[in-house]
């Protein structure tokens, strides 16, 4: 069972390595910092979306810029699209399940919000719908992907394909990328850091 354990870690920290030693993603981290920092300044909102396990690292990652990373300061306008289950419900059930969220980014999405999507798979079919609607609306678009980075890869301006197949190992992934993310902005946006 320990073999089995230590195995499971390696396995983490090799996806993790692989990303450390990739400068495109590194670079792109940067860029999308910037954006995302630039976005709040002009008023915009961060808006996030997955589904199950997503889901929950959509809700931490909102959680991080409207609460707080590591510093007392102001909150940002981020929210996880999934958290109004009244509204997630009546529009699956009245509607689809496959445009839950595009219908609520053609509500509340402006031109120049961002919009996260996480998504192992790349193809989930509400995410992609969002997609769709976030560029209908002049929306920026993150992609948090596996390997592939499915159909999102070319719906996203910013795509973080992890170099994976493994879910979990994604899912791991997703949340360090997403924390270097809010760490980057809450330091540009409040001249907090290094």
């Not at 399940?97 to 980014?105: L, T, W």
């Not at 031109?111 to 560029?135: P, R, Y």
Request: with cysteine.
């Amino acid at each position: 069972m320990s073999e089995k354990i230590k195995a499971i870690i390696a396995s983490s920290i090799q996806t993790k390595q692989q990303l450390l030693e990739n400068n495109e993603i590194i670079d792109r981290l940067e860029l999308c910092a910037n954006m995302v920092t630039g976005a709040f300044k002009a008023g915009k909102k961060v808006l996030f979306c997955g589904n199950g396990g997503s889901a929950a690292d959509a809700q931490h990652l909102a959680a991080e810029f409207s609460g707080r990373f590591y510093t007392d300061r102001d909150a940002l306008p981020a929210e996880a699209l999934h958290c109004n289950t009244s509204y997630l419900t009546a529009v699956a059930n009245d509607y689809s399940y496959d445009v839950v969220y595009a219908r609520m980014i053609n509500g509340i999405g402006n031109a120049g919000d961002v919009l996260i999507g996480l998504s192992t798979s790349g193809n989930s079919k509400n995410i992609v719908e969002a997609f769709k609607t976030a560029k209908l609306k002049g929306m920026i678009t993150v992609a948090l992907t596996g390997e592939s980075g499915g159909m999102m890869k070319n719906m996203s301006d910013y795509l973080f394909n992890v170099p994976s197949n493994d879910t979990p190992r994604i899912q791991e992934s997703h949340i360090m990328l997403g924390h270097i993310i809010c760490q980057l902005v809450e330091e540009k946006y409040f001249g907090h850091g290094a």
